[in-house]
């Protein structure tokens, strides 16, 4: 089990230990991702709000001997706009293997990536990087399993009044959740990706033609908002006021004034099929409408669902309403309601 810390943003993220002897590490526990990227003693200014991890003092580490790589997300863990272009959020990474721990248990020469820049969007994030857990179990996680860890973890994902957040490795915290688990299995396709088929959304109990489509839905535990289609988010916003309107000087995003959100009925339900063939609706309640003021327009409050076009994502705010069981060995997620 690993305490996980809750921030205003919607994120989750807890410790690890990298190296020898053991440099304790904050990183976000992403299931959107596969690699271990953590800030180093090579990135400059822009890492400077992190803790770096430093290979000299290391006596496990081990170059690998390759060029570095350059990665770029579509969204920072925080509640930003999905990005539309590279240059937003981009890591240039430098590739090593080291003995990483976790919970107590260390698994030696996991491959890693050191950040040695990474875009200033990063720079107020107050851990130290990312640590991947896809649906094709690889590094830290595979190394887990290869000493005899069950092949799933789950998360108890809270708020930050309630706090207490919590990720079990290789098992299930049966004190954390209200009744049966419900397990949908994932739409497969080798990139590690946690992909469900959702067969509709609905709001406040309504539908529409539009949301009454089947589409592939991403669970990424690294993102805090919901990302839709702009037909499905604007069919979305349709059924809750007239008064959503997209914010341009953020593209993607939509808003309304605070003055009204409060008041606003908005349960929005994306229907599945169980493994036993029912239909299981993950509900994200109205109070998740609001993710807060824009920075730039503080009288308008954001509203959650961005619209992209290339992204279909389910994030943070339905995570902390339900326990989660990702079961890479069995390839499906379980889902339960939070016993908060």
């Not at 953590?38 to 390759?66: H, M, P, R, Y």
């Not at 430098?94 to 020469?109: L, Y």
Request: one cysteine or more; charged letters at 15%; a negative charge.
């Amino acid at each position: 089990m690993v305490d996980t810390f809750t921030d205003s943003l919607k994120r989750w993220y807890g410790d690890i230990q990298v190296g020898t002897p053991p440099q304790t590490m904050s990183v976000v526990f992403d299931s959107g991702s596969t690699d271990l990227e953590i800030a180093s003693t090579l990135c400059g200014e822009t890492c400077n709000n992190q803790v770096k991890f430093d290979a000299n003092k290391s006596s496990t580490w081990v170059e690998s001997g390759e060029e570095d790589e350059y990665i770029s997300f579509a969204t920072g863990v925080g509640v930003d706009p999905v990005s539309t272009t590279e240059d937003d959020w981009y890591l240039l990474l430098h590739k090593g293997n080291d003995t990483i721990a976790v919970g107590g248990v260390s698994v030696p020469n996991v491959e890693l990536y050191l950040i040695t820049y990474q875009t200033p969007t990063f720079s107020p994030d107050p851990f130290s990087g990312i640590q991947g857990l896809s649906s094709n179990a690889a590094g830290l996680f595979a190394g887990l399993q290869q000493q005899g860890l069950p092949s799933l973890f789950s998360f108890y994902l809270t708020p930050k009044s309630v706090g207490n957040a919590e990720l079990t490795l290789g098992g299930i915290d049966t004190s954390k959740f209200k009744g049966n688990i419900t397990y949908v299995p994932l739409k497969v396709d080798g990139s590690g990706t946690w992909q469900l088929t959702s067969t509709g959304i609905t709001v406040n109990g309504n539908s529409t033609t539009t949301l009454q489509k089947e589409r592939i839905i991403i669970f990424d535990s690294g993102t805090s908002n919901i990302v839709l289609p702009k037909e499905d988010t604007e069919a979305i916003y349709a059924q809750i006021s007239p008064n959503i309107k997209p914010n341009d000087d953020e593209p993607g995003t939509y808003g309304i004034p605070c003055s009204e959100i409060g008041s606003l009925p908005a349960e929005i339900s994306f229907a599945f099929k169980s493994e036993s063939g029912d239909t299981f609706e993950l509900v994200v309640p109205s109070d998740e409408l609001s993710v807060g003021p824009f920075r730039n327009k503080p009288e308008v409050c954001q509203t959650l669902i961005n619209a992209q076009e290339f992204f279909t994502v389910i994030g943070g705010s339905a995570f902390k309403h339900y326990y989660t069981v990702w079961d890479v060995g069995n390839q499906r997620l379980g889902f339960a309601l939070n016993g908060i």
